[in-house]
């Protein structure tokens, strides 16, 4: 049984980039259906399906070669308003290059949303 989900979704992704391969499956929950919003949105996936097996269902990703290394953050960090940029320079190789996604009150988003909105949050993932 899978306990971190989202981490478990993020290495199928990554391990599925890595042979090449044009589709996975991961299972679906809540935190890994946002994720997915936006990494559709950022172009590092090119689509998602929900499917329904009577389990609590799973995702169908359609993945674009986009993505060199993604991962969780552990422990899920506190990040201040005021510290984006220390944050960026610690999990990200380059500035424009990457996007870390962010639980803030107003919810899940990247760390440029979080910063333009000037509002901290914890933090989730990594992209690039």
Request: overall charge positive; some cysteine.
């Given at each position: 049984m899978?306990?971190?989900?989202?981490?478990?979704a993020?290495?199928?992704?990554?391990?599925?980039e890595?042979?090449?391969?044009?589709k996975?499956?991961?299972r679906a929950s809540?935190?890994?259906?946002?994720v997915f919003?936006i990494?559709?949105?950022?172009?590092?996936i090119s689509g998602y399906d929900?499917v329904?097996?009577?389990?609590?269902g799973f995702?169908?990703?359609k993945l674009?070669g986009?993505?060199?290394?993604?991962?969780?953050?552990?422990p899920?960090f506190?990040?201040?308003r005021?510290?984006w940029?220390?944050?960026?320079?610690r999990?990200i190789p380059?500035?424009?290059?990457?996007l870390?996604?962010v639980?803030?009150?107003?919810?899940i988003?990247?760390?440029t949303?979080?910063?333009?909105?000037?509002i901290g949050?914890?933090?989730?993932?990594?992209?690039y």
């Amino acid at each position: 049984m899978a306990i971190d989900l989202l981490a478990d979704a993020l290495n199928t992704l990554k391990t599925h980039e890595i042979k090449g391969e044009e589709k996975c499956e991961v299972r679906a929950s809540k935190i890994v259906r946002e994720v997915f919003k936006i990494l559709a949105v950022k172009g590092y996936i090119s689509g998602y399906d929900f499917v329904d097996d009577g389990r609590g269902g799973f995702f169908e990703v359609k993945l674009s070669g986009m993505i060199n290394d993604c991962g969780v953050i552990k422990p899920r960090f506190p990040v201040k308003r005021s510290e984006w940029a220390k944050t960026e320079e610690r999990f990200i190789p380059g500035v424009g290059v990457g996007l870390l996604v962010v639980s803030t009150p107003q919810g899940i988003m990247t760390n440029t949303d979080a910063h333009n909105r000037q509002i901290g949050g914890r933090l989730l993932a990594f992209i690039y």
